[in-house]
């Protein structure tokens, strides 16, 4: 089945301890996106990956890493985790080929940072 | 700034009304305008396309309406069904680089 999955799907954790959350995709997919959901805000860019080492920043990047050593996966690194990134996470893939710009999201990392 | 700002931020419908939902955008250089769907618990997933060389595009109940010069499209909903209940945000996008800009998203309840 094709799919983008996340890990973990909810966290709890505290101010300044150094996270991960992991985004894999199996549809061979370049381009590859981590956004944030905030209620009013909708869902925000925060980094985005058109292939293997090649990473660029969205909208809100500040605060968290990213980096893309192989295809399938990309994981985003939050290493000083702060309150007001308490957020929905989604990871993204898409494909440049065949004319769709179709986004396929992951079903979502729950982030409380206390 | 937010490129693109959609509205209403909630809808209420009826069983069997129409839904609509606006989206305006400021760059003229987007070339694909989406809008997605999600459902609570669940990533938002691709509900219908459009590009700007057509006016509107139709794939059963849903639509896209799109006014280049007034750089607005909309998502109407025929025959709206409790199962329509939603969030949609409306996005757009150029040059597929993967980079995609949405919308605040609008919360819709079909009441039956």
């Known amino acids: 089945e094709a799919q983008v999955t996340q890990n973990p799907r909810y966290l709890i954790t505290v101010t300044g301890k150094k996270l991960t959350v992991t985004c894999s995709q199996n549809m061979n997919h370049e381009y590859m996106s981590w956004y944030r959901q905030d209620p009013g805000l909708g869902l925000r860019q925060i980094y985005y990956s058109m292939n293997v080492e090649v990473t660029d920043k969205g909208d809100v990047p500040e605060g968290y890493k990213v980096s893309r050593k192989e295809k399938r996966n990309f994981p985003l690194i939050l290493e000083s985790p702060s309150p007001n990134q308490t957020s929905l996470y989604f990871c993204a893939s898409s494909s440049p080929t065949g004319g769709s710009y179709e986004q396929y999201f992951g079903p979502g990392t729950r982030l409380t940072v206390t | 700034q937010q490129q693109v700002k959609q509205s209403p931020q909630s809808l209420i419908v009826q069983k069997g009304g129409i839904s609509i939902i606006n989206c305006a955008y400021e760059?003229?250089?987007?070339?694909?305008f989406p809008w997605y769907q999600q459902f609570p618990g669940k990533g938002p997933a691709l509900l219908i396309a459009?590009?700007?060389?057509?006016s509107e595009k139709k794939e059963g109940r849903f639509t896209i309406s799109f006014n280049k010069s007034a750089k607005q499209f909309s998502l109407h909903i025929m025959d709206s069904q409790p199962g329509d209940s939603a969030t949609y945000f409306c996005a757009a996008s150029k040059d597929n680089t993967g980079k995609l800009i949405f919308g605040q998203g609008t919360t819709l309840q079909v009441k039956p």
């Open positions: 459009i590009r700007p060389d057509v």
């Open positions: 760059n003229t250089a987007f070339d694909y």
